[in-house]
């Protein structure tokens, strides 16, 4: 067979960075079976507290005559099932005082096609021909990004500024001296906390970029896939804020509910319409399990409560051993550094003249069933003089501390061993 793939076809079907990342995963995963240290993916951690949330759930839509033959035999609007978008609504009212109603949410298959609506609805080829962009005002940046335009050159990326301290840490800033907002700029998008760091950006970068955007009159995008209000996994003082220049997104996935793919855009009406009319047109339907599990949780409260009380605390509790096992793993035999651990489901590791590339690094790892993620996966948007000269995306990688405690200690001592033995080989 030898039939022609069109533009966007090609892009979209002629593989990714992170899809034969995922590929390469799966096959040592296979091969290599429990054995396999698997650091490298964004899977939750099954919390038995949150487990036991769903499970008594799924015995409620049983009891309730009708409810499962209604959840999974009925279509829901495309822009969600309006009870469920009602109690998000309330609570965000309650909790935040956002004047907001159902007008202002759609929901998504996942977050992530959340994010390709919203990228191919701003940016691109615009009707008079001019071509638009989205700034990543700091990267590295979430690398399930990185191939959701259906044109070249849809983002523009910005280097931080880099603050090192006298522990083994550092941190990223957004670096507001180097960032500019041009007239092909679409929008303005940060994850918070960000995938991979773990960097909360501070109130204040948060209120400065909201302010670039309004005086553009573009929207600021912020994904919110692990923050408040759930699944609420910030280990630092954060405010969540929203006007009606923010487009906000959410999932459930991160508060222990990622197989029912249920993402949420909290917007301006005219987008939330338009997501829903993309819904529509690419899915007919978005899937209703989610949103019927999380409805009453939502209307109670509960699922607020099972964010700061059990899923936070869990999550901070295994950053911080993870944090310790490196410090204890790596010593003093080389240089690195841990960036601050302020939210979200991974370490992001720094090894400065790093003799290797962290591609090379992936590879010697993978050889001893220990799986992480390279760095150079989440650098992408810069211009091509930055690419290729900054060290900076060839010393980093991103390991997950949400396995088991043996699993991560082991997998951490093996990569002490081989970033020890790539200093030695020099």
């Known amino acids: 067979m030898d039939w022609e793939f069109s533009k966007m076809g090609r892009m979209l079907a002629g593989g990714s960075g992170i899809g034969e990342l995922m590929k390469d995963l799966g096959a040592a995963l296979a091969e290599g079976g429990e054995a396999v240290s698997m650091l ?27 409810q499962l033959e209604r959840m999974l035999g009925n279509y829901d609007p495309p822009s969600g099932n309006p009870r469920f978008l ?28 959340a994010f390709f609506f919203l990228f191919n609805l701003l940016a691109g080829e615009m009707p008079d021909g001019r071509r638009k ?42 670096d507001f001296d180097q960032l500019e907002v041009g007239d092909d700029i679409a929008a303005i998008c940060v994850s ?37 209000p759930f699944p609420g996994v910030i280990f630092t003082e954060a405010r969540l804020s929203w006007n009606e220049s923010t487009i906000l997104t959410m999932s459930l996935s991160k508060i222990g509910l990622p197989g029912t793919r249920t993402g949420i ?14 819904s529509s047109i690419v899915g007919l339907a978005n899937p209703n399990i989610g949103q019927v599990i999380a409805r009453p949780l939502l209307e109670s409260g509960e699922i607020l409560r099972l964010s700061r009380e059990v899923v936070m605390p869990f999550y901070r509790d295994k950053s911080q051993l993870a944090q310790a096992w490196v410090r204890e793993s790596f010593g003093d035999d080389f240089d690195y550094a841990i960036h601050r651990s302020e939210g979200a489901l991974f370490l992001w590791l720094w090894f400065p ?37 900054w060290r900076h995306r060839r010393e980093c990688l991103r390991m997950t501390f949400t396995m088991d405690e043996e699993t991560v200690r082991t997998g951490i001592r093996v990569i002490g061993e081989e970033v020890r033995r790539a200093w030695k080989e020099g």
């Open 86 to 113: 009602e109690a998000l609504a309330g609570m965000l009212r309650r909790e935040f005082g956002w004047e907001v109603s159902p007008a202002n949410l759609a929901v998504t298959a996942g977050g992530q096609t």
């Open 192 to 228: 918070r906390p960000t995938n991979p760091t773990g960097n909360v950006l501070t109130d204040g970068e948060v209120a400065r970029l909201s302010a670039l955007a309004a005086d553009r009159g573009i929207p600021l995008i912020i994904d919110n896939a692990y923050g408040q």
């Open 40 to 66: 490298g993916g964004g899977q939750p951690a099954h919390i038995p507290e949150v487990d036991a949330v769903w499970r008594r759930r799924i015995g409620e839509i049983l009891d309730q005559p009708g």
């Open 353 to 389: 003249d790093l003799p290797i590339p962290t591609q090379e690094l992936y590879r010697r790892l993978k050889q001893r069933q220990v799986l992480i993620v390279p760095g150079e996966y989440f650098f992408y948007g810069l211009d091509e003089e930055t690419a290729g000269s």
């Open 133 to 174: 962009r989205i700034l990543l005002p700091l990267v590295p940046e979430y690398i399930g990004y990185a191939n959701q335009g259906t044109a070249d050159g849809l983002f523009h990326a910005v280097p931080p500024r880099i603050e090192r301290d006298d522990d083994h840490g550092f941190k990223y800033r957004v």
């Open 265 to 278: 855009v909290v917007a301006p009406p005219p987008i939330a319409a338009a997501i829903s009319s993309m």
